[in-house]
């Protein structure tokens, strides 16, 4: 998983948990076979497991009986022909632009904090990346001179995303105010963003800042960081923008991804038409 297919530290950790839950659950696996796996993935879903953590485990194990078919352990793959069915499609949910405002004025940008998380916030909702990425962000990918910030994504994929006025302003500001006093004890840190240790963010620390700012701002429901990309391609989408280019921005590797904003967009249309139409 790490050397051929690339995958992330997380996707090899959370693979490798599925495959040892399987192990633990089934038949010996290099006798199973694929009515094996249909009784386990019937057991996943009578415990209430989601489809779409169903799928995830399937993912995982089809790739162990990969390897296990490279290694010669078996000459057949028993998940070939096992698909896993979505009943519904759980579409995001974006954040209003009102809310997203009042999200950015939150931090307290007079101290040093508040312009640090100011200055995160303005850049996941400028470029709709992903905590992991965020978080793993170096001084080197960023070309603000030049209006776009370099990012990793999934399997090791690199993209270029444009970057507006705003964010890059509020990143210059955190630059040149806020992380030259974080790593005096730190010279050696890559990461852009650091905590108060001059440390690199953890993902579940970047979870608790958008928390807490979107509770600040009284932001209704379960406001968290992924939400912020969902607002990135929907608000985008909802305003004309070529999906394509959407997909590129946010590294889907398939448009079909993509497309579930298209549909958040009609959604969005006809609350609008639903709420301000005088014969709604």
Known sequence: ???VRNLSGHTVDAY???VQHFIQNSLPVDAIDDTGIRHYIENLHQTGIAARSIARKLSAIRIFYQFMMDQGIRTDDPTEDIRIRFRTTRLPKPVSTAWVDALMRAPDTSTLQGIRDRSILETMYATGMRVSELVSLELFNLH????FIQCTGKGGKERLIPLGQIAADWIHRYLTEVRPLQIKKRKSVDQVYLNRFGGKFSRISI???VRKYA????APGNIHPHML???FATHLVANGADLRAVQEMLGHASISTTEIYTHVARERMKQIVSTYHPRA
Request: net charge positive; no cysteine.
């Open 215 to 218: 509770l600040q701002a009284g």
């Open 16 to 18: 490798a948990r599925d």
């Open 1 to 3: 998983m790490v050397v």
């Open 144 to 147: 603000i001179d030049r209006g």
């Open 207 to 209: 979870w608790r800042l």
């Open 229 to 231: 990309r969902h607002s």
